[in-house]
């Protein structure tokens, strides 16, 4: 049971950190305007902003899957530097098994990356 203690207030931690944060913008923060009910309203407020530049076109124009392609490796090779940064901490404990298991690793990563490449998600 005393191993469960840390993890209990660790989760205690997280909702008392969490709940004033979203309560307090309920309880302090601007009221939304009622139907029917006239504000501040105003179109420019409003609008989103973007580098300074006025929106045009519509919002919901469609994008190449290539855009979500990208964005997918990223986060793959992304949490790969992420595994790889323990595995070098903890390189000299492993030994030889480590490091194989390791170039196992980036060679199954290495192989979807040319299967990716060769695909052509990574052409503009």
């Known amino acids: 049971m005393a191993d469960y203690v840390a993890v209990l207030l660790a989760a ?3 909702v008392g950190i969490l709940l004033p944060l979203v309560l307090l913008p309920k309880l302090v923060g601007p ?4 139907s029917g009910e006239r504000g501040d309203y105003d179109r420019v407020k409003e609008s989103p902003y973007e580098c300074g530049v ?8 469609r994008f190449s899957v290539k855009f979500f392609l990208v964005a997918l490796l990223f986060v793959i090779f992304d949490l790969e530097g992420v595994l790889i ?5 903890t390189f000299q404990k492993l030994g030889v098994v480590g490091f194989v298991e390791m170039l196992i690793f980036i060679g199954v ?9 060769r695909k052509g998600a990574l052409e503009w």
């Not at 009221?31 to 009622?34: M, T």
């Not at 940064?85 to 901490?89: D, I, L, N, Q, R």
């Not at 990563?109 to 490449?117: I, N």
């Open 85 to 89: 940064y323990p595995w070098a901490v």
């Open 54 to 61: 006025p929106p045009t076109g519509d919002a919901r124009r």
């Open 31 to 34: 009221r939304a305007l009622r």
């Open 12 to 14: 205690l931690l997280g």
């Open 109 to 117: 990563l290495a192989l979807g990356l040319a299967y990716v490449w």
